[in-house]
């Protein structure tokens, strides 16, 4: 009837139906698993839980299949998948200068127009004492200046959430979209692709992965070239003559709520004497490994092998 060769079984229809284990609700706008499967989780983790989790994955199944169990008897199959209604465009514009003894990091926000005497706008600056790591011994900060970008572009996310809390207002869990401006090519590139080995780069971006994560928002940082960023860059030599001094928004670093960004920092901080350590076992080992081999390849026998002066 349909003028294609599949069977009426692989054929579903209407604003309620389940494909292969899903369940999809046009009418409530929800989304998650059909009845069957449901069932048949329940049914597992059950088993699991019966046999005192004695499973390759026990720690697995402990941690979530619980949550799981729990949520599927209370009848909770479905989540809510919203309506992606606000979708806006470059909500704000940062930038950063690093220098020997400090960050700076400024920005704006155009949700009330492009005119900057009408747009919020602030400035932080980050001292040695207050943020230790991205600062080195000769080089001050400005090898971190892509870090400092990704944290400019942070505290604005910060700053929308806390005083324009109605913009990331939506249904669901997803809010909202927006995107945010920045003269550094690595940090829209990085937050594109949510991966970095840059230390510590990686921890500022899984604290605004996490953050764009619990506020329900996608922010994707676009690259503006510096010339159609000057704006940002004339509040950095503290030249506000663009902006009203009246909308200026007070925000320090303290009141951030880092949830990742420390405890990975304390994780680096006890790992680097560690590693210290490791490197200097290893030339070590190489010694002992040499020595030994020349002994062994016709060294004179009345020399005592190299690995007695290392003890």
């Known amino acids: 009837m349909q003028g294609t060769p599949f069977s009426d079984k692989k054929?579903?229809?209407?604003?309620?139906?389940?494909?292969?284990?899903?369940?999809?609700?046009?009418?409530?706008?929800n989304l998650g698993i059909s009845e069957k499967r449901c069932q048949w989780v329940i049914r597992s983790v059950a088993g699991m839980e019966g046999d005192g989790w004695l499973v390759d994955v026990r720690r697995f199944h402990e941690l979530h299949g619980r949550f799981i169990l729990d949520r599927l008897r209370s009848g909770s199959r479905t989540y809510d998948a919203g309506l992606i209604d606000k979708?806006?465009?470059?909500?704000?514009?940062?930038?950063?200068?690093?220098?020997?003894?400090?960050?700076?990091?400024?920005g704006w926000f155009l949700h009330k127009g492009v005119s900057c005497k009408t747009?919020?706008?602030?400035?932080?600056?980050?001292?040695?004492?207050?943020?230790?790591?991205?600062f080195k011994d000769g080089l001050g900060s400005s090898w971190a200046s892509t870090t400092a970008e990704l944290l400019a572009s942070l505290v604005a996310l910060h700053i929308l959430e806390r005083d324009f809390s109605e913009i990331l207002s939506?249904?669901?869990?997803?809010?909202?979209?927006?995107?945010?401006?920045?003269?550094?090519?690595?940090?829209?590139?990085?937050?594109?692709?949510?991966?970095?080995?840059?230390?510590?780069?990686?921890?500022?971006?899984?604290?605004?992965?996490?953050?764009?994560?619990?506020?329900?928002?996608?922010?994707?940082?676009?690259?503006?070239?510096?010339?159609?960023?000057?704006?940002a860059d004339r509040i950095a030599k503290n030249d506000f003559s663009d902006f009203c001094m009246d909308h200026k928004v007070a925000v320090s670093w303290d009141e951030l709520v880092l949830s990742v960004l420390p405890s990975m920092l304390r994780l680096q901080t006890c790992r680097a004497p560690l590693m210290t350590f490791e490197g200097h076992l290893l030339k070590r080992w190489c010694l002992v490994r040499a020595s030994f081999l020349r002994n062994r390849n016709g060294a004179k026998a009345?020399?005592?092998?190299?690995?007695?002066?290392?003890?």
């Open 11 to 29: 054929w579903r229809g209407g604003l309620q139906l389940d494909w292969v284990g899903y369940w999809i609700d046009y009418g409530r706008f």
């Open 87 to 106: 979708e806006y465009g470059e909500l704000f514009r940062t930038d950063a200068a690093c220098t020997a003894d400090s960050v700076i990091l400024w």
């Open 119 to 134: 747009a919020p706008w602030f400035q932080l600056t980050l001292r040695s004492d207050q943020a230790p790591w991205l």
């Open 170 to 231: 939506g249904p669901g869990a997803f809010r909202c979209c927006f995107s945010g401006g920045t003269d550094n090519k690595a940090a829209g590139s990085i937050t594109a692709r949510l991966l970095t080995t840059k230390v510590p780069l990686m921890f500022v971006l899984m604290e605004f992965a996490h953050r764009c994560d619990t506020s329900g928002v996608r922010c994707l940082l676009n690259w503006r070239p510096r010339d159609a960023n000057q704006e």
């Open 302 to 311: 009345s020399s005592p092998p190299h690995w007695m002066s290392l003890r």
